[in-house]
């Protein structure tokens, strides 16, 4: 093990410093069906613990993911490796940008041990943006997939990944080590890429999520979209058959919720019943698995999701 129980904390201005020369945008008032009490259960304070103790971080608390009390409470986490710096700027990102250090030999082998401790059935990881490395951290994240398949080959893998622009093979290296599920977020509509993913590139990102399923047509694919950023309903029905064609398995759909005064506004809270709209259509283009609310997250309720979803896929081959 090679971690520390203390984690520095960053202020505003170092966490985004790229934002820093941006107005401020007033953060809206949260609709009841928003809020979300504060985390203070024993699971949360010993998920916490470990957190710490194996010098891991999690997108939970790099995100500011309004989720993080009630999947802690149950032992749910998603790993964020490869640092807490990110060398892209999101408009809706909370993870810190700036210049990455150095990988951490030891990570693969601390989330292994981690997960052994926190009993999971499925643990999702993700990562910060690397696209200061090669292969863009594409062999990092294939020794963490390794790490957890043995020591813990009933645990299932989901990975979130980056968009490996211009990195390649590095989606190759990711589906050899063979994770159970292979997501990657779209985010949001290809107008807004310039201003909300200005490091991105919408039909990378598509064709990273056809490449999953060219090279192993068995894996399980999916992406994320939030709502609340300025889209509209027709473009969204449009990402759903961009992503139906990248024959994508599941898509989950949440509010998006604005991190601080220098992040992107909110345009809008999407209603319940609208988010039930769009889970109806998602189903009826032919997802296998469809998660839609206002607090639906990538990893929100995953190990569930995934159990659903590959009984989903069993039902529809008979």
């Not at 809206?28 to 203070?40: L, S, T």
């Not at 963490?144 to 893998?157: C, N």
């Not at 598509?206 to 709502?227: H, N, Q, W, Y």
């Amino acid at each position: 093990m090679d971690g520390s129980l203390d984690k520095p904390l960053l202020t505003r201005a170092e966490r985004h410093p790229e934002k820093a020369h941006r107005p401020d945008s007033p953060i809206q008032r949260k609709p009841d069906w928003i809020r979300v009490r504060a985390p203070n259960s024993p699971e949360y304070a010993e998920t916490k613990r470990l957190m710490r103790q194996y010098g891991l971080s999690t997108v939970c608390e790099e995100a500011a993911c309004p989720n993080i009390g009630e999947c802690w409470k149950q032992k749910h986490a998603t790993f964020m490796i490869m640092g807490e710096v990110c060398t892209r700027a999101c408009a809706f990102c909370n993870v810190a940008t700036g210049k990455p250090g150095a990988l951490n030999p030891h990570e693969p082998a601390n989330i292994a041990e981690a997960v052994g401790k926190l009993g999971l059935g499925h643990v999702v990881v993700t990562s910060v943006d690397r696209d200061d490395l090669p292969d863009g951290g594409a062999a990092h994240f294939a020794e963490v997939i390794i790490a957890l398949h043995r020591a813990a080959p009933t645990t299932t893998v989901e990975v979130l990944t980056p968009d490996f622009m211009r990195k390649e093979g590095a989606v190759a290296t990711v589906v050899a080590a063979r994770p159970d599920v292979f997501n990657h977020n779209l985010e949001t509509v290809p107008r807004l890429y310039p201003t909300i993913r200005p490091g991105a590139r919408y039909f990378t990102s598509l064709r990273l999520l056809a490449r999953v399923k060219e090279i192993d047509p068995s894996m399980f694919t999916k992406s994320g979209l939030m709502v609340g950023l300025g889209e509209t309903r027709e473009e969204l029905l449009q990402v759903m058959d961009d992503l139906r064609a990248a024959d994508v398995d599941f898509l989950t759909v949440g509010q998006y919720l604005q991190p601080t005064p220098k992040h992107a506004p909110v345009d809008r809270f999407w209603t319940p019943a609208e988010f039930d709209e769009l889970a109806a259509m998602a189903r009826a283009k032919g997802f296998h698995m469809v998660s839609a609310s206002p607090l639906t997250r990538s990893s929100y309720h995953a190990g569930d999701d995934f159990a659903r979803l590959r009984a989903a896929r069993g039902r529809r081959s008979t």
